[in-house]
């Protein structure tokens, strides 16, 4: 069922507000100040049933020029506008500023409501209707019907409405991104229900009973019921004015500005990249740095923008820029948005957000052009295939992505089946469903492989480098599944050997040049001629005094290399020497069917220092089991 909203816009007191009751019997003017000065300080709502039978909801914005933050948060999620204008003053400046609005907010389609027709005559009211056909030339209204009416006199209404309805049904209702947002325009409380929000759902729907988060706040709540058109429902979806009446939270956690959405859906973020441009008609060229008045949904914030390419953006021209915010805002790409200059405050542009969570660039980045480019011009594919990229090692969830492309699940979902049978997408971990771009995988690979080169170029006397310290190399973004699972790829193409504890190139082997070369030579002579009393590691640190750690760096080496083996903390054997034991070990063993350390003495010679760490050692070794103070051969004999 289509939902559309429909928004006045138009200069103040050219009789919009009474319009509005004309056609739908609402007062929209709440408050006791617009009653008293009779003009909109505030949103007003109502409902109104269309001679074809399509419910619409108005928002009824206000005309004052101190009012134009309110009309802008008025416009976020309207549908088509109704530009009034009186006939006895024609095109006014909050007429042309409020025109400018909704073209910036990406309204197409709307009409005119020429107003107070009962205070002219036929041929003035002719005059203005072709002046007012003249302003819109070349505007998104260039064309529109124009309607003359009088709300105090009731006429010309029913003309009104139905070219009203004629408009409404040729709107097309655009394939949203599927996430619930409601942009909060007001808040207040109500006795016995306690705190209210009111807003146009621009994305997505809702169920009464649904937790939601007020998205930047960081707050939590429940809806525990919700109304439109002042009738309790239980579902309300996009393009509806709907009054949620929320659990948890109170009116002074809330205002607007503030977006309701589901639970962790949305990514808050102070930095945008976007497509800026400036209004033809704006008085000056908005200047490299400029602050600006930054107005998206139903929030204004303090913005400095960054222009790209350029140092100052003249009228009638548009460029990529980053907008760097004041408060973190929670926008989704492709929303629109309004600038209006610090001071004065006039509206001189607007544009669309084209990443919502960017890094931030260097000005004239000849790198970063092309990915703005296909942000701003490409196809969902495309735009989703930068965002990956863009995300580099930490990757996106499809959550994440829709938030930074705009698009819905289901078209999502098989874009990224598309990247992933291209091979141009990995999925990286499938509980989260987290992708990183081929490139940024591919990237990552050779990383590691550089980085084991220039380790093993630094450290020629190590084995390898530790997983952990390589993990820790390659930054936070890297989880622990994507760390493993690129090792796993890399062995796999025998590009890596991973251990238990280190990680070499395939290649690598620990090479002794030079002096070390020599010391081995002599360490492992003097291993191999003490036979089964080896010098201990205190004795050899004694030996070598004045090479102590060359010597220990050695020792590492031919451990490493199997040319010693360790018994114990203090007792390095040479392998020779070692296996020729265990063969006469095994051989008494065979022989008599069990030793004693009195026996293995009476076979090494050896005394109590070498022989328990030796008997412990192939125990360990599994050649002999423990039973008592007997060793037992473990093994069968010929096996």
């Given at each position: 069922?289509?939902?559309?909203?429909?928004?006045?816009?138009?200069?103040?007191?050219?009789?919009?507000?009474?319009?509005?009751?004309?056609?739908?019997?609402?007062?929209?003017?709440?408050?006791?100040?617009?009653?008293?000065?009779?003009?909109?300080?505030?949103?007003?709502?109502?409902?109104?049933?269309?001679?074809?039978?399509?419910?619409?909801?108005?928002?009824?914005?206000?005309?004052?020029?101190?009012?134009?933050?309110?009309?802008?948060?008025?416009?976020?999620?309207?549908?088509?506008?109704?530009?009034?204008?009186?006939?006895?003053?024609?095109?006014?400046?909050?007429?042309?500023?409020?025109?400018?609005?909704?073209?910036?907010?990406?309204?197409?389609?709307?009409?005119?409501?020429?107003?107070?027709?009962?205070?002219?005559?036929?041929?003035?009211?002719?005059?203005?209707?072709?002046?007012?056909?003249?302003?819109?030339?070349?505007?998104?209204?260039?064309?529109?019907?124009?309607?003359?009416?009088?709300?105090?006199?009731?006429?010309?209404?029913?003309?009104?409405?139905?070219?009203?309805?004629?408009?409404?049904?040729?709107?097309?209702?655009?394939?949203?991104?599927?996430?619930?947002?409601?942009?909060?325009?007001?808040?207040?409380?109500?006795?016995?229900?306690?705190?209210?929000?009111?807003?146009?759902?621009?994305?997505?729907?809702?169920?009464?009973?649904?937790?939601?988060?007020?998205?930047?706040?960081?707050?939590?709540?429940?809806?525990?019921?919700?109304?439109?058109?002042?009738?309790?429902?239980?579902?309300?979806?996009?393009?509806?004015?709907?009054?949620?009446?929320?659990?948890?939270?109170?009116?002074?956690?809330?205002?607007?500005?503030?977006?309701?959405?589901?639970?962790?859906?949305?990514?808050?973020?102070?930095?945008?990249?976007?497509?800026?441009?400036?209004?033809?008609?704006?008085?000056?060229?908005?200047?490299?740095?400029?602050?600006?008045?930054?107005?998206?949904?139903?929030?204004?914030?303090?913005?400095?923008?960054?222009?790209r390419d350029r140092d100052e953006l003249k009228p009638g021209e548009a460029t990529a820029a980053q907008l760097f915010l004041e408060a973190p805002a929670c926008c989704v790409a492709g929303d629109r948005f309004v600038l209006r200059s610090y001071s004065p405050v006039t509206t001189i542009g607007g544009g669309i957000v084209l990443d919502p969570l960017p890094?931030?660039?260097?000005?004239?980045?000849?790198?970063?052009?092309?990915?703005?480019?296909?942000?701003?011009?490409?196809?969902?594919?495309?735009?989703?295939?930068?965002?990956l990229e863009r995300s580099g090692a930490r990757g996106a969830t499809p959550g994440e992505l829709g938030v930074r492309t705009g698009l819905p699940a289901r078209r999502l979902q098989k874009i990224l089946d598309g990247l992933f049978a291209a091979h141009r997408a990995v999925l990286v971990d499938r509980d989260e469903m987290r992708a990183v771009a081929a490139g940024i995988y591919q990237e990552l690979q050779d990383r590691i492989v550089a980085d084991l080169t220039a380790y093993h170029a630094r450290h020629a006397l190590k084995e390898g480098l530790s997983r952990e310290e390589l993990r820790t190399a390659l930054g936070r973004a890297v989880t622990p599944k994507l760390f493993q699972m690129v090792l796993r790829d890399l062995e796999k193409a025998g590009r890596i050997v991973a251990d238990r504890e280190h990680v070499r190139l395939p290649g690598h082997q620990v090479q002794l040049g030079g002096e070390l070369a020599a010391l081995r030579q002599e360490m492992g002579g003097l291993y191999r001629d003490a036979g089964l009393a080896p010098p201990t590691l205190r004795e050899i640190r004694e030996r070598f005094a004045g090479r102590v750690r060359p010597a220990e760096s050695v020792l590492k080496v031919m451990l490493q290399e199997g040319e010693l083996v360790k018994i114990s903390e203090d007792l390095y054997y040479h392998r020779d020497n070692l296996a020729a034991l265990r063969e006469r070990y095994r051989a008494l063993l065979i022989r008599d069917g069990k030793a004693t350390p009195v026996e293995f003495k009476e076979l090494t010679g050896l005394t109590r220092k070498f022989i328990i760490p030796l008997m412990e050692y192939f125990d360990v070794t599994k050649l002999t089991i423990r039973s008592g103070d007997q060793r037992l051969l473990r093994e069968k004999e010929g096996k």
């Open positions: 069922m289509k939902h559309l909203i429909v928004g006045t816009a138009g200069h103040v007191d050219h009789g919009k507000t009474a319009l509005v009751r004309a056609l739908t019997g609402v007062d929209t003017d709440r408050l006791k100040e617009e009653k008293d000065r009779g003009i909109t300080i505030e949103l007003g709502f109502a409902p109104l049933t269309l001679p074809s039978g399509l419910a619409v909801d108005i928002v009824d914005v206000p005309g004052h020029e101190r009012f134009v933050r309110q009309m802008v948060a008025g416009a976020a999620g309207i549908d088509l506008v109704v530009l009034v204008i009186a006939a006895d003053e024609g095109v006014m400046p909050q007429t042309r500023e409020h025109l400018h609005i909704c073209a910036l907010l990406g309204i197409r389609r709307g009409l005119v409501a020429l107003t107070k027709t009962d205070m002219v005559d036929p041929d003035w009211r002719a005059l203005v209707a072709e002046d007012i056909r003249e302003f819109l030339r070349g505007t998104f209204l260039d064309g529109a019907p124009v309607c003359p009416v009088s709300a105090l006199a009731g006429e010309g209404l029913g003309d009104l409405l139905g070219a009203l309805d004629a408009v409404a049904a040729a709107v097309e209702e655009e394939e949203d991104c599927g996430l619930f947002r409601l942009p909060v325009d007001r808040v207040f409380t109500m006795k016995g229900f306690g705190t209210v929000v009111t807003g146009s759902l621009v994305s997505g729907a809702i169920t009464a009973g649904e937790a939601v988060d007020i998205f930047p706040r960081g707050v939590t709540a429940r809806i525990r019921g919700m109304q439109i058109h002042n009738e309790g429902v239980t579902e309300a979806a996009a393009g509806q004015r709907v009054a949620i009446n929320l659990q948890g939270v109170e009116k002074a956690m809330l205002g607007r500005g503030d977006v309701l959405a589901r639970p962790a859906t949305l990514l808050p973020s102070r930095r945008l990249d976007v497509r800026a441009s400036s209004l033809a008609s704006a008085g000056r060229g908005l200047k490299n740095r400029a602050l600006v008045r930054f107005h998206a949904g139903t929030s204004e914030l303090m913005a400095r923008i960054i222009l890094k931030k660039h260097r000005r004239r980045d000849p790198e970063v052009a092309p990915a703005l480019t296909v942000l701003a011009e490409g196809d969902g594919a495309a735009r989703t295939a930068v965002i």
